[in-house]
């Protein structure tokens, strides 16, 4: 299934209802490339071109032409994950970070760094929170995890946005 989420912007970004939308937003304006946006263990991704054709190779993608905006990053992942976000101490960094006082990137970054290698060290223990609905997994959380943390290294002025 492709999905296209059309632009990050807060007047055209809002959560679903199963999802948590996070996003880190800057001052100016930045350009953006054409996407492919796809599904995978329960989260938003976006993918190249290469990677759509070696799993799709006789179907043409849908593609998304953003105008610039003012989003350096932006992530989605479901809400199934949440108790096990709760267990490594990543539930707040993630789904509630204005209750950690969280409001830039780099306000993320140790709570991040620290829930990671959590999720990380107890994978045992943690895994027993997969949903069973199948819709989200440990490694998905720990892609998105990471994932963030490094869109907060690279962009810690950033303002977090949250919609879930």
């Avoid at 001052?27 to 990677?51: F, L, M, N, Q």
């Avoid at 199948?134 to 303002?159: H, I, K, M, S, V």
Wanted: hydrophobic share 40%; with cysteine; net charge negative.
């Amino acid at each position: 299934m492709v999905m296209a989420n059309i632009i990050c912007g807060l007047n055209e970004i809002g959560g679903g209802e199963m999802s948590l939308d996070v996003y880190l937003m800057l001052s100016d304006a930045v350009p953006v490339e054409p996407k492919i946006h796809v599904r995978r263990d329960g989260a938003t991704v976006a993918i190249d071109r290469a990677e759509w054709d070696q799993l799709h190779p006789d179907r043409e993608p849908v593609t998304v032409v953003e105008q610039d905006t003012r989003c350096a990053y932006q992530a989605n992942i479901t809400h199934n994950l949440n108790r096990m976000a709760k267990e490594c101490d990543l539930y707040e960094p993630l789904w509630r970070p204005e209750e950690i006082n969280a409001t830039l990137g780099k306000h993320l970054i140790e709570p991040l760094r620290h829930g990671l290698a959590r999720l990380r060290f107890e994978r045992e223990r943690l895994e027993q929170f997969n949903p069973p609905n199948g819709w989200g997994d440990y490694d998905g959380l720990c892609r998105f995890t990471a994932d963030y943390l490094a869109a907060c290294e690279q962009w810690p002025d950033a303002l977090i946005e949250v919609w879930k």
